[in-house]
């Protein structure tokens, strides 16, 4: 039981960790409010850190306001997502194909999946082709979602956007050396106009503000279970449930101030970029370590549940241990060969402090009260059970 104890316990730092990583969801989010602003204005209006700071602040409270309502609300406002993403990643993939046809800018299909360009920093062309393989880590996150609060996503359409906006690209370089906060700002402008590019652009914020306060909402529910298990500070704080909307409102905006504190880090690109992959790296790991165990120690100790790979487990469970550790490693990685203080990858740095405080927080303290999930099923002889003694 002490051996579960302290995988739960790592586990569970390493997922919150990635979770604590959302606030580059928002941070996001207000720089496309700035690039509407920029492409909006013709360049007039400059907002600096600070400004940006500010909407990042604005955006994260009306999310607090948002992850905070019932759950009945927030399953509506999932539909709401759903569609609002969906559709607009369609009219951007449509948008995109057709206008640069209609421009005569489309690239030919042999171009469009085989034409190479290094960008990276490296001067290895095979190396800066590797790091490629980092790019859609950023966005494949969230896969345990559906255990925190049903949500749909729509990992397939934004694949099929890279492709649209490989037919409309001309020239990488050209786009990367923008003046927009976003390149891909630039490339919507290029090939739709400013209107065109305003009007797709409205909706891309709307995607990205819904997104965020779905996240909002994900990483509450880590903090509150992570909560319910006694394993944070102030575990009895952010376990109450609100008595009025039955959600966990404090663990919202326990989520939403740290958003804000780490959004400081967003005056430092390299601590922001740091940040991102670090969190990309913990929720990655906590996915792999159970499987990388299904397929060595548990093997004899397994149960299968109702659903099971079957004899698949094995060759599935390598596949995805490898890729893990593979994809980790060039996570840690800087963007370019000529590393200074400003373009050093600093996710090593955030990903052992983490390990180490779990490590040392173990050992110290938590491995004589922490024993692991606390179980939420109501048995027979416990159905009159309160909520508030089942949270203590």
């Known amino acids: 039981m002490v051996c579960f104890g302290k995988l739960d316990y790592r586990l569970g730092e390493r997922d919150g960790s990635g979770y604590v990583g959302v606030f580059h969801r928002f941070h996001m989010c207000s720089d496309d409010y700035y690039l509407r602003l920029a492409v909006g204005s013709d360049g007039a209006v400059v907002l600096g850190t600070g400004a940006t700071f500010g909407i990042l602040l604005a955006i994260l409270f009306t999310h607090g306001l948002v992850c905070s309502a019932a759950t009945s609300v927030l399953a509506r406002l999932n539909i709401f997502y ?32 085989t034409l190479f360009e290094n960008n990276s920093g490296w001067s290895d062309n095979g190396w800066a082709f590797l790091l490629a393989f980092t790019a859609p880590m950023w966005t494949l996150t969230g896969y345990d979602s559906a255990a925190h609060i049903a949500e749909e996503t729509a990992a397939s359409l934004g694949w099929l956007l890279f492709i649209a906006a490989s037919y409309a690209t001309t020239s990488v370089a050209d786009i990367l050396n923008t003046d927009l906060p976003l390149p891909m700002g630039q490339l919507f402008l290029n090939q739709l106009g400013k209107n065109g590019m305003l009007a797709i652009w409205s909706l891309i914020i709307v995607v990205q503000y819904v997104t965020g306060a779905a996240q909002g909402v994900d990483a509450s529910r880590v903090v509150f279970a992570f ?7 102030g575990s009895r704080w952010w376990k109450k449930m609100n008595s009025y909307t039955q959600t966990p409102v404090n663990a919202v905006w326990l989520v939403m101030v740290l958003s804000g504190v780490c959004g400081l880090l967003g005056f430092s690109e390299a601590a922001l970029s740091s940040l991102a992959g670090a969190a990309v790296i913990g929720l990655y790991t906590s996915y792999v370590t159970p499987i990388f165990l299904r397929i060595t120690s548990g093997r004899k100790n397994f149960v299968p549940g109702p659903f099971s790979l079957g004899k698949w487990y094995m060759p599935i469970g390598i596949v995805s241990v490898s890729w893990v550790s593979f994809i980790v490693v060039l996570l840690l990685f800087p963007p370019g060969s000529t590393v200074g203080p400003e373009t050093m990858n600093y996710a090593v740095v955030i990903v052992m402090a983490v390990f180490l405080f779990a490590s040392i927080s173990w050992v110290i303290s938590a491995r004589h009260w922490f024993h692991g999930p606390v179980s939420t099923i109501d048995l027979a002889d416990d159905s009159n059970t309160s909520l508030e003694e089942k949270q203590t």
């Not at 607009?88 to 995109?96: F, P």
């Not at 909560?227 to 500070?233: F, H, I, S, V, Y």
């Open 82 to 113: 759903v569609v609002v993403n969906v559709g607009t990643t369609v009219a951007a993939i449509i948008a995109l194909i057709v206008c640069s046809g209609n421009n005569g800018t489309r690239v030919s299909t042999k171009d469009a999946f």
């Open 227 to 233: 909560a319910r298990d006694n394993a944070l500070p």
